[in-house]
């Protein structure tokens, strides 16, 4: 674990390197790019367009451009189209089409792996467009020439030499924008080769020029600045980058790179060991990346998370929530293969699983040694199977690895990893009772620490978090002004209905002094009905009492019927004396399905409701019943969680009756052996009306190959028929024993009458 947490912040900077580092705001292709093919050649076939014109010439430099441009470009077809465009540009003498089918024709063969051809075809146009006075042409051809070389080592130079050569033509015709492009590119070439001091004060200039024209996209220049920062430990300029690249965003609503703007300051703020802070931004990150629905940039975020989990001490909540990322985005190609098997890696060295994590680790580096580049990625690699070695003491494979990583590291790594490797280094040495070799790496590693990490950046990191935070506040606060304005444009509008509702009502009384003449008429009307109403009054009167004595007459009905079914008991009970064991068992079944029934008789002649049944009352009785039933003692107990619901007679029997089948079959079958369990009961309301019973116990479970809908058992389709009479949903499983489950919704209830004033009423309570 302490290895992983201090190597944490060697892990997040391979966040830099999952995406290209100077992001461009916009293609150098000066065609539009976005044409749909079939439009244009529509366009094409039109006949008044037929003849060599150009509108025909531009035309068909838009599919040559269209092609180029998708993904992967179709450089077949582009060269076609380009070269039918040179052909028709070429009859016309129109120079400006005829330099751009000359790129466009260099550029596509460039795609088609003749480089050099490419290169040449382009230059040719370069030529053309000096000889043609056409400075912007000019320009816009060295762009092509430096799109034309890799990032290899030996093209690096060539390919800054192209962009120096558009960066100058471009300020000599005042064109700021294109010419701070330009520099950007050669900035960002500086820091591939590991010139970051140089780069930074290129990019310095970058934000300059876009800033005196207003351009709303240097967020992408901040972020390139952010890197570049990081590289040369300037941690607090860093942060300040990274704030301003997500702010500029916001402002230009350019939500394409937010994922990236906030892990790059989730990786800083880890670096620094500030992991709640890190941890925030790489979560935000990982939500647009997911909306964005870029699975290898979630996957490199998970990993990064994961990290910063293990770092605070929270492998297994690291690794959970890694192994639900890859089963909600597996991975679809080898970059994202290599950065799951890091992830697990590590969560498995966290939880001291070394066996797995060797795996893993191993199989990480077979993938990165697989690969033909080589980059802070392998340095990755190499820091990471180093660190393994290092925890599990195994100190000459845990040296090879991290030699490599710093040989690479010297190169094109950080202070920090640098830092963090020389550390390691030193321990090995230590162990190993090598101590001058530990000693230097430990001054190493000291003097690169302390150059980084000292208290006043660590306030000055502060104190920029600070102001964020405040003018993010104050940002709140406008909107808050913006609300409290419009609410009190609400307020007004209000004022204004108040008053016109008291003109109305002022229009309305002088309209009632106006018919309170007609009012006198119908006030002998009215007496005549309140008369009529007297009547009907008295009529109704009569009616409740007479409703009255029906409910009586029905609690009587269900007191006969509940001693009637108390009399079937007993003579099942007597019965039982004389049956077999199969018999007597399902005399007893019996048994219990007739006093199920016969409690809820005995609560509707009791209860003031001859309607409805407390269920909790009777449920809690009938298990009660069951307990004592069955020969269990205090080894299977009960928890109920019984919410006040009242149901009508009608659902109450069959839910009673369910129940019982239910805890017969628990009590019977699910704790063979007289072993101990729990039954859980619970009845919820859900929705309104809506009502959950559940049967839960932690018992053997059902059998195997067990199918409700086949089952032929009595007290299975008993459950089954009685779910249908009252239209429940009813649903059983096995999961670490058996779940019962009953939706059904309740019947309304009518007829609900109060019957405490009743004089039977009183004399069947017992009082005088």
């Not at 239910?662 to 039954?679: E, R, V």
Request: hydrophobic share 40%; aromatic share 10%.
């Amino acid at each position: 674990m302490v290895y992983l947490t201090q190597s944490f912040y060697v892990l997040l900077v391979s966040f830099f390197c999952c995406a290209n580092l100077a992001i461009k705001a916009e293609s150098f292709y000066p065609i539009q790019k976005q044409d749909p093919a079939d439009s244009i050649r529509r366009l094409l076939e039109q006949s008044n367009l037929k003849r060599a014109d150009t509108n025909r010439a531009n035309l068909l430099l838009q599919l040559s451009a269209y092609y180029l441009n998708r993904n992967p470009p179709n450089a077949d077809s582009a060269y076609l189209y380009a070269r039918q465009s040179y052909i028709v540009s070429n009859v016309l003498h129109f120079q400006k089409g005829k330099i751009e089918s000359i790129y466009l024709l260099g550029d596509a063969l460039v795609w088609k792996g003749n480089g050099q051809t490419g290169r040449s075809t382009l230059l040719k146009g370069i030529s053309l467009s000096k000889q043609q006075g056409d400075t912007l042409q000019q320009a816009m051809g060295w762009l092509y020439v430096a799109a034309s070389y890799g990032r290899t080592e030996a093209e690096i130079p060539e390919k800054i030499r192209a962009f120096e050569q558009a960066m100058l033509l471009f300020r000599h015709i005042g064109n700021k924008e294109k010419e701070a492009n330009a520099l950007k590119e050669i900035a960002d070439m500086h820091f591939w080769q590991g010139k970051s001091a140089q780069s930074l004060g290129e990019l310095l200039q970058v934000v300059t020029l876009y800033r005196s024209i207003n351009y709303p996209k240097i967020h992408y220049t901040y972020d390139l600045l952010v890197a570049v920062n990081k590289q040369l430990g300037n941690y607090k300029d860093a942060i300040q980058y990274g704030l301003a690249s997500i702010e500029s965003a916001r402002a230009a609503q350019d939500t394409t790179s937010f994922g990236l703007f906030h892990g790059r300051l989730g990786t800083i703020h880890g670096e620094l060991k500030q992991w709640e802070e890190g941890l925030l931004y790489l979560k935000k990150a990982l939500w647009y990346f997911e909306q964005d629905k870029n699975i290898w940039m979630v996957l490199h975020t998970a990993r990064l998370i994961s990290a910063n989990l293990i770092a605070q001490n929270r492998p297994r909540e690291a690794l959970d929530f890694f192994l639900n990322i890859i089963r909600k985005y597996p991975p679809e190609h080898v970059h994202a293969t290599l950065e799951v098997e890091r992830s697990l890696g590590d969560c498995y060295l966290a939880l001291k699983q070394y066996a797995q994590a060797e795996k893993h680790y191993l199989q990480m580096i077979h993938i990165e040694e697989s690969r033909d580049r080589k980059g802070e990625h392998t340095i990755v690699t190499y820091e990471k199977a180093g660190s393994f070695y290092l925890a599990i003491q195994q100190y000459d494979k845990a040296r090879a690895y991290l030699e490599k990583a710093l040989r690479l590291q010297k190169e094109a790594g950080t202070l920090l990893t640098i830092a963090d490797i020389h550390l390691k280094l030193f321990r090995i040495d230590s162990a190993q009772g090598r101590y001058p070799a530990a000693i230097t790496h430990y001054q190493h590693y000291k003097a690169l620490n302390d150059s980084i990490f000292n208290e006043a950046k660590s306030k000055q990191i502060s104190t920029l978090q600070i102001q964020y935070d405040t003018r993010q506040k104050e940002q709140n606060i406008a909107l808050l002004t913006e609300q409290n304005q419009v609410q009190a444009g609400r307020i007004r509008q209000r004022e204004i209905q108040r008053n016109s509702i008291i003109a109305g009502a002022t229009l309305l009384l002088l309209l009632l002094g106006l018919i309170y003449r007609q009012y006198q008429v119908k006030k002998r009307n009215n007496e005549q009905l309140q008369a009529q109403k007297l009547e009907i009054s008295r009529q109704n009167v009569a009616l409740q009492e007479l409703l009255k004595e029906k409910e009586w007459l029905l609690r009587e009905v269900h007191h006969r019927v509940k001693n009637n079914l108390q009399m079937v008991i007993s003579l099942l009970e007597s019965q039982s004396a004389y049956l077999e064991r199969e018999a007597l068992q399902a005399v007893r079944d019996s048994q219990h399905r007739v006093f199920a029934m016969s409690l809820i008789h005995q609560k509707l002649y009791q209860e003031h409701n001859v309607a409805t049944i407390a269920m909790s009352v009777y449920l809690h009785e009938l298990v009660h019943y069951l307990r004592d039933s069955f020969d269990i003692s205090q080894r299977i107990r009960f928890e109920l969680q019984i919410q006040p619901i009242e149901l009508d007679a009608t659902q109450a029997i069959p839910l009673g009756l369910i129940l019982n089948e239910a805890l017969t079959n628990a009590l019977k079958y699910a704790f063979p052996n007289n072993q101990d369990g729990l039954i859980r009961i619970s009845l919820i309301e859900q929705a309104d009306h809506h009502f959950l019973l559940t049967v839960a116990d932690n018992g053997v479970g059902l059998p195997d190959g067990f199918d409700s809908l086949t089952t032929s058992t009595l007290g299975m389709k008993l459950m089954q028929g009685l779910s249908q009479d009252i239209n429940a949903r009813l649903e059983i499983e096995s999961q670490q024993g058996t779940w019962i489950r009953i939706w059904f919704m309740a019947h309304p209830v009518l007829g609900q009458l109060p019957v405490d004033s009743l004089p039977l009423a009183d004399m069947l309570n017992g009082k005088p």
